[in-house]
């Protein structure tokens, strides 16, 4: 596992971004050999996001051949809900580079059939050759996509209870009104996100500390989620100085060392 830890937000955001940017121009996508790119929602990726546009509108670099799988949706929310990831995704990114519209795929929260939808995700990704870089956040317990606490480490894409902390966490989004926030969602899996040949892993702010620690120190469990990447050949996790500091100071002194 390779940890970059950076000063504060915006110098992890700038590093994500020019890390997938470098990452797709190296790959050279072409519309017969497309770069697959996993996508999250979420506060975190927003500066990921805002600099990713900045490079497209700059002709840095180009989402032409790029094809896109977001992380989850919220079972119940039409794509137009103000709340929805397909809004969410389409406000803070999508609507602002030059992607393809055919190219972006995200769960269909009012599926009629979620377990269909789910096991059709899985297919496109697949159909689509894999994806090559999945991006992510990770939540206060350690969830990574939808993926709560005690999620097999090898879930595919499927329907997923939220936790009341989780539905706390995002009722920031809804008024601060829990009874507003959908109280299941669907999401890939543990296993579909390290299928991914490469994992790219943000987390930013003290309230991610606890996470961050059992992601890197702890042992590999299903009640951190995102200590899965442990077992990944390419995970990457970038965080800033407060997401960090509940590791111990050999561990940040180790890969501060050799990121230098
Ligand atoms: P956040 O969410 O980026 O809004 O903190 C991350 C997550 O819950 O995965």
Known sequence: MRVIIKPDYQSVSSWAAHYI?????????????????????????LGVYNELIKMNQQK????????????????????????????????????HIDIKKQNIHILNGMAQDVEKECANYEKSILTCGGIE?????????????FNEPFSSLNSRTRVQVLTSDTIRVNSR??????????????TVG????MDAREVLILATGA??????YHG?????????????????????????????????????????DIER
């Not at 072409?30 to 979420?42: D, I, M, R």
């Not at 870089?133 to 996509?145: K, N, P, R, S, W």
């Open 21 to 45: 940017a470098d990452r797709i121009k190296r790959f050279a996508p072409t519309p017969n050999h497309p770069f697959v790119l996993g996508l999250p929602t979420g506060s975190t990726p």
């Open 60 to 95: 840095q670099i180009s989402f032409a051949d790029v094809i896109t799988f977001n992380m989850d949706e919220y079972v119940g929310l039409p794509a137009d809900h103000p709340q929805s990831y397909h809004r969410f995704m389409f406000e803070n990114f999508f609507n």
């Open 133 to 145: 870089l999945f991006l992510g956040g990770i939540g206060e317990d350690g969830h990574i996509a």
């Open 173 to 186: 989004f809804f008024d601060n009104d829990i009874s507003q926030v959908p109280s299941t969602a669907m």
């Open 190 to 193: 543990v296993g579909t996100i």
């Open 207 to 212: 309230k991610k500390a606890k996470a961050v």
């Open 216 to 256: 890197i120190e702890g042992a590999i469990s299903h009640k951190w989620t995102i200590s899965a990447l442990q077992n990944h050949e390419r995970g990457i996790i970038v965080c800033d100085d407060a997401a960090a500091s509940q590791l111990e100071p050999e561990t940040i002194k180790y890969f501060k």
